[in-house]
């Protein structure tokens, strides 16, 4: 609230006029807000929604050739739910399908390591599944960690959580579970673009093997957690 | 002439308390697993050298061939001799076995039978309806791979619980090798102690008791072991075939009816907007007895010239809605013809395949 310089009257008497700004809390109803401020990053950037080469090329570079999607899809993949509202094309649905396909590629490869174990069946180890291991291979975590190593939540377009003085540090702003989805989604979008036998490959050349694979990263951080 | 709201607020769509009913949680599957005990190797990510700690043995292949009901089992399921009766065996020994079991359990054979068959139920509802919205995709897929549903399968396929006790067998001198055609696990009993008369002892301890199964679970996890067991002996195209027939061809459900739309103009609206169409209007197509005790109106709504649903109703306010919703549900239901799902690659990766369409995500109001 602020008052206005006093004016004087015909009369001789003084007036004051008042005018009050008011911060409504609550949302309004069919109120829209303007697009550019769910546009703004989780470092603060104003990064518009397209198939820029400078958006995707994060993406595209850990893809490479073989593996490649078409750019409006490249985009989807990059685009999590919390993005403007859910109203531009996200990953939610790759992402359902990419993690089922992870976890069946993930055992695969536990269960298809050389073994002598009695109880194995046609040469086939399937006693290490449910082993911690096992399970922290595809955890939220390793998968966020991943992402983040090989540089890819810089392309990221989510919605960063950030507590009541607008501040938010990486382990509880969402970053590793939104991460964790645009792995996932990755998996899915070469399985229903290229078909099942790229998106294994894939899997057991991007993601399991390497010095920053899976494996490798859930065999650092599994003490820690 | 009535006029769509225009107004962009959320909406989202509601699954049926009835399906809602059946998503009752698989019983933490997971954190049941993590009590297994495991000889883990020195390397960690050496998951060749794993095993289980009480150095089970597998069931004999000449053990085997003297259950009938394995054989029989084998036959009902028409699967070839390429699968071992000894795996079957393995199959139908739960992941908690009773006391004194010396066979090794299918606790692992059924996580790898359960991952398979998520993904593939998932990806066949996927590629048939790819719009439908993510909760409903769930409901679907889950009516199919739930421990209910693949319990009801076991029973199909006449799975039998073994419900002699081991003092049974004995005194009856059954041979073992009729147990192995029966599902065999430890069975769940109800907590007795805070109920239980003067004089009575129980001697189920409570490590016991938590380390039973419910039925339902038993049977689940003998359907997904046994498809495991396809996996190892006749590789991934085989299990997914057995799915496909076993799993998914013979169950239907009413996808139609799993769609509730709470505010349904709303949301179409918004989805016009996210389509770039013109946002909808509702138009009075037809009516007759305004003025009596039972009128009928029709509506339709339009998005510029293009007709996007019909409805009807005794009111105007109702057959408004109904045009949205069946507008929405002609959206939603969408299902493209001759697909390939992605799988089909995996028996050969030089199989030509035409890259499905892949929907932009549930309208957030």
Redesign the interface.
């Known amino acids: 609230m602020f008052n206005l310089l006093p004016r004087s009257t015909a009369r001789g008497v003084t007036h004051t006029f008042i005018r009050s700004i008011s911060y409504i809390k609550t949302p309004v109803r069919g109120l829209k807000k303007a697009q550019d401020s769910a546009m703004i990053t989780a470092k603060g950037e104003l990064r518009p929604w397209s198939t820029d080469a400078a958006n995707l090329s994060g993406l595209k570079d850990f893809l490479g050739s073989e593996f490649a999607l078409p750019d409006s899809l490249a985009l989807q993949v990059l685009t999590h739910k919390s993005f403007q509202h859910g109203f531009k094309g996200y990953n939610e649905k790759l992402a359902l399908i990419g993690d089922k396909l992870l976890k069946v590629h993930i055992d695969s490869y536990a269960i298809q390591q050389e073994s002598t174990n009695v109880t194995r069946v046609n040469q086939i180890n399937f006693d290490c599944l449910g082993s911690p291991m096992n399970k922290f291979l595809s955890n939220t975590n390793v998968l966020g960690e991943f992402a983040l190593r090989h540089g890819l939540t810089d392309s990221i377009y989510w919605k960063c959580r950030l507590d009541n003085l607008g501040q938010s540090s990486p382990a509880d702003s969402g970053l590793y579970s939104v991460a964790e989805k645009t792995m996932t989604a990755i998996v899915g979008a070469i399985s229903l673009h290229h078909g099942g036998a790229k998106a294994a490959q894939f899997v057991n050349q991007k993601l399991l093997q390497g010095e920053d694979s899976l494996i490798n990263i859930a065999d650092e951080k599994y003490d820690s957690y | 002439m009535l006029r769509v709201s225009q107004?962009?607020?959320?909406s989202r769509v509601g699954v049926s308390s009835a399906v809602r009913a059946l998503s009752t949680s698989t019983a933490c599957l997971?954190f049941k697993?993590?009590q297994?005990v495991?000889n883990?190797p020195q390397n960690?990510?050496?998951?060749?050298?794993?095993?289980?700690n009480y150095n089970?043995?597998?069931i004999p292949e000449s053990e085997a061939n003297l259950s009938p009901a394995l054989h029989a089992l084998r036959s009902r399921l028409q699967l070839t001799n390429e699968y071992p009766l000894s795996?079957l065996g393995?199959a139908l020994t739960g992941s908690k076995s009773i006391d004194g079991e010396k066979y090794?359990n299918n606790?692992?054979?059924a996580?790898?039978g359960k991952?398979?068959i998520?993904?593939y139920v998932?990806?066949h509802f996927?590629?048939k309806y790819?719009r439908l919205p993510?909760k409903v995709?769930?409901e679907v897929a889950y009516a199919h791979f739930s421990e209910s549903s693949l319990s009801s399968t076991s029973t199909l396929w006449g799975i039998e619980v073994n419900n002699s006790t081991i003092i049974d067998s004995l005194i009856s001198a059954e041979s073992e090798q009729l147990r192995f055609g029966k599902l065999r696990f430890a069975k769940q009993f109800e907590d007795l102690t805070s109920q239980a008369d003067e004089g009575i002892i129980e001697l189920t301890t409570k490590d016991q008791r938590n380390r039973a199964l419910g039925e339902t679970t038993a049977r689940a996890q003998a359907v997904q072991a046994i498809i495991?067991?396809i996996y190892?002996?006749r590789g991934r195209q085989a299990a997914r075939e057995f799915i496909i027939n076993h799993l998914i061809k013979n169950k239907k459900v009413d996808i139609d009816t799993l769609l509730q739309f709470p505010q349904a103009t709303r949301e179409l609206s918004r989805l016009c907007t996210?389509e770039g169409l013109e946002s909808p209007v509702s138009r009075l197509l037809a009516e007759t007895g305004r003025n009596s005790a039972a009128p009928v109106f029709i509506v339709g709504v339009f998005s510029g010239n293009n007709k996007l649903g019909e409805g009807q109703g005794a009111s105007l306010r109702e057959a408004k809605t109904r045009a949205a919703v069946n507008a929405l549900k002609g959206w939603y239901l969408y299902s493209p013809l001759d697909v390939q799902?992605?799988?089909?690659?995996?028996a050969?990766?030089n199989?030509q395949?035409k890259?499905?369409y892949?929907?932009?995500?549930?309208?957030?109001i």
Request: hydrophobic fraction near 35%; charge should be positive; aromatic fraction near 10%.
């Open positions: 107004r962009l607020v959320s997971s697993h993590s297994r495991f883990t960690r990510t050496d998951f060749g050298s794993y095993s289980l089970p043995i597998p795996t393995r090794v606790a692992g054979m996580q790898f991952n398979l998520n993904y998932t990806e996927l590629v790819p993510t995709l769930n495991a067991g190892a002996h996210r799902v992605p799988s089909i690659t995996e050969d990766a199989t395949f890259s499905v892949v929907d932009k995500g549930t309208v957030v």
